[in-house]
């Protein structure tokens, strides 16, 4: 498939590289209201996005691109804990869990170059514990999209605070009308 | 109405001072895919979208701050023009458009300082060309969450450049579940 062999890393480094800058200059020293509420009962707030993003660098991300040029298919990723940050950001500030992020990102982003890989590298393949074969390349471009995804999340759950405060202007800000797509 | 006579002015200010770091942070030096891609015909790439940021600085939100404090709603706002910024941005880099963006909403929020708001001019009202009486409140609460609609919406334009590119993993990414709500 073209996707697998196009050598687009320079594109996903240079998602992965700004994403800790863009959420420090966006996030730091907000208000409350910004970064401790959520859009109800078992959602996310700016904290727990961060506390996500940042668990994520530690136990996800560079171990299966690991696993992948290491063991090929012969044994599935560890299933990824989309909670887990939640225990694991208990007894960190905000602001400390932007500097884990921007730190652990810094470091993996470090690790991934010095694999130095090729082409030919981004269609070696791993194995998925929900949907199987997955190449290199799709896990890469994930890890970036992944980024997106959570911005678009967390522009989200900010706008949730005002929705009533905008008042009727409330019609002409799409971000009012997403209800969340996570599955 | 509790909303229109709540200070939430701070709360406003602290999301209007970062978004043009933010976004700097984010696109600035980005490669093309993710600048000036959109997600179809008559839809809007980054560089459209940080277009008409800048140029909603220049024509929308200080104007209609004046107009509510000076004539109350004897005239209505300027319909905002939302493609106007396709024709102002053809012969601006997308460094260029960052740069207007940051430096015109410094100077609004100097403005904006400048009239030293108090709590009681917030229930003042405007007349919106649409939607009739707004009040202060509302606008400047509006003028944070359009950032943010934006952001959203740039997260989503972004994304949507890889969407096969990640391959199963597709159907993880809320953002690629978004098929952009704005009116």
Same mark, same amino acid.
């Given at each position: 498939?073209?996707? !697998?062999? $196009?050598?687009?890393?320079?594109e996903i480094i240079a998602i992965l590289t700004r994403t800790p800058s863009a959420l420090d200059a966006?996030? $730091?020293?907000?208000?409350?209201i910004w970064v401790c509420r959520n859009e109800g009962e078992g959602t996310w707030s700016a904290f727990d996005i961060v506390g996500h993003l940042a668990f994520a660098e530690r136990t996800d991300w560079m171990p299966r691109v690991r696993m992948t040029l290491e063991s090929s298919e012969a044994r599935s990723?560890?299933?990824?804990? $989309?909670?887990?940050?939640?225990?694991? +950001? !208990?007894?960190?500030s905000f602001e400390q869990l932007l500097d884990d992020f921007a730190h652990l990102r810094k470091e993996n982003l470090a690790a991934l170059d010095a694999?130095?890989?090729?082409?030919?590298?981004?269609?070696?393949?791993?194995?998925h514990p929900a949907f199987g074969s997955v190449t290199l390349s799709e896990l890469l471009s994930t890890w970036a999209v992944h980024d997106l995804?959570?911005?678009? !999340?967390?522009? $989200?759950?900010?706008?949730?605070?005002?929705?009533?405060?905008?008042?009727?202007? +409330?019609?002409y800000l799409g971000v009012l009308q997403c209800h969340g797509h996570s599955s």
């Open positions: 498939m073209e996707t !697998q062999n $196009r050598h687009n890393l320079p966006l996030l $730091r020293g907000l208000p409350d990723f560890e299933p990824f804990d $989309r909670f887990a940050q939640l225990k694991a +950001s !208990q007894d960190r694999l130095n890989l090729q082409p030919e590298d981004l269609a070696r393949k791993g194995r995804t959570h911005l678009h !999340q967390l522009s $989200r759950v900010m706008a949730h605070q005002y929705r009533d405060t905008v008042g009727p202007w +409330s019609a």
